[in-house]
């Protein structure tokens, strides 16, 4: 204990000790808070905002996954925060500039608007900041450790993925048209005499056509999806198309133009190209669904962390 070098290292301990009570050293990064409070008035106003925009009462089932929207959204922008996505961020400012200048009475430059904004928190709440964070938080959370797919990877999704790049089935054929406009009540009557008609003779479309009137969509169609056939004629002349054998006269199919006779001349099934013909299509669309994937983890890994409590 009567050694200089003792002393000096006991001193020099003091005075350590001393310093990191007296001046303790700041973290270099703040905690993230993790716990994020839903009050009873967010929930009413996230209640009336959906009734008021769908038209219907918000079961029990609705306002649990309004509340879990939220929370999520508060989450991405929060981690938004920490990430630093709202420094320098040119959309931010510009919006926090022209809610300054909204409620300011004097000129300012661009810079003295940023700061008096920030100073008063009205980017806080913003509900257009709140979505820019959100959006650009999902897609760096979903293009985070992205690379370009291989080869093998493309190949092995396409494998998989087959029916998703199949072209749809296609329909070509005709239509006798009986006009509700000009036949009143009539329409469907015409039609079934027009049928018994075909039956009874066999008569090329061309000259089938000529037993109804004049349709303002022509009287034949080529390579027609269903759903275009549904959108022009209606869902009943679709169906009806879709599963009507060829070369046979359907019976009349009233829709809310008439009456119609059918006649399918092709029924082109579903094809799926070769890859080599829609590669960059394929990755494309597996790129997509990796960035889905990244996603989905990170924000169950967000909810892992993340402490929601419901007034």
Not at 89 to 95: E, F, P
Not at 260 to 288: D, F, G, M, N
Request: glycine content about 6%; charged content about 25%; some cysteine.
């Amino acid at each position: 204990m009567k050694s200089p070098i003792v002393h000096f290292a006991l001193l020099g301990l003091v005075l350590f000790v001393g310093a990191r009570w007296l001046f303790p050293s700041e973290p270099t990064e703040r905690a993230p808070d993790t716990r994020i409070v839903v009050s009873e008035s967010r929930v009413a106003a996230l209640v009336s905002q959906y009734e008021a925009t769908s038209g219907m009462v918000a079961t029990d089932d609705v306002r649990a996954e309004l509340i879990q929207r939220f929370a999520e959204e508060e989450m991405l922008c929060r981690e938004a925060q920490r990430w630093g996505l709202t420094e320098n961020n040119q959309a931010i400012d510009l919006r926090l500039r022209q809610k300054m200048a909204f409620v300011s009475d004097e000129e300012h430059s661009d810079e003295e608007l940023e700061r008096q904004a920030k100073a008063l928190g009205l980017g806080s709440d913003d509900a257009v900041i709140r979505n820019m964070l959100v959006h650009n938080m999902r897609l760096l959370l979903s293009t985070k450790g992205e690379q370009e797919p291989t080869d093998a990877e493309v190949e092995a999704y396409y494998e998989r993925e087959r029916s998703r790049f199949a072209r749809p089935a296609r329909i070509t054929g005709w239509h006798v048209f009986f006009s509700k406009d000009l036949r009143q009540s009539s329409a469907m009557a015409a039609a079934r005499a027009a049928k018994a008609e075909l039956d009874a003779e066999a008569l090329e479309p061309q000259q089938a056509v000529g037993l109804g009137d004049v349709s303002p969509s022509g009287a034949q169609f080529e390579g027609k999806l269903a759903r275009q056939l549904a959108s022009r004629f209606g869902a009943e002349f679709a169906k009806t198309a879709e599963s009507l054998p060829v070369g046979q006269w359907s019976g009349p199919i009233e829709t809310p133009f008439g009456a119609h006779l059918l006649l399918v001349q092709e029924h082109t099934q579903p094809q799926t190209p070769p890859l080599s013909e829609i590669r960059a299509r394929v990755a494309a669309v597996y790129k997509s669904s990796q960035r889905q994937e990244r996603l989905a983890t990170a924000l169950e890994e967000l909810r892992a962390r993340y402490d929601v409590v419901v007034e």
